[in-house]
């Protein structure tokens, strides 16, 4: 069920990857409902996920808390 979870965040998160503002917000959804090793393999898929889109750039502040 865990694993459900992040791979439905991590599609969220593609979806609205169109808009910095509701990307942010969606992340930090995921980061207060997702446990502490789902958050850390969800911040090296978004490390990678980011790196062609420097506007999403912002929300790794939500990330490194």
């Keep these: 069920m865990a694993r459900a979870m ?3 965040y991590k599609t969220v998160l593609q979806k609205v990857s169109f808009d910095a ?3 942010s ?3 930090q959804k995921a ?3 997702l446990l502490p090793y789902e958050i850390e ?3 090296h898929w978004l490390l990678g996920f980011i790196t062609d889109k420097p506007e999403l750039r912002e929300s790794l502040i939500y990330i490194k808390a």
Excluded: A, P
């Design 41 to 43: 393999e969800l911040k």
């Design 6 to 8: 992040l791979e439905y």
């Design 31 to 33: 980061i207060s409902k």
């Design 21 to 23: 503002k509701l990307f």
């Design 25 to 27: 917000k969606e992340l």
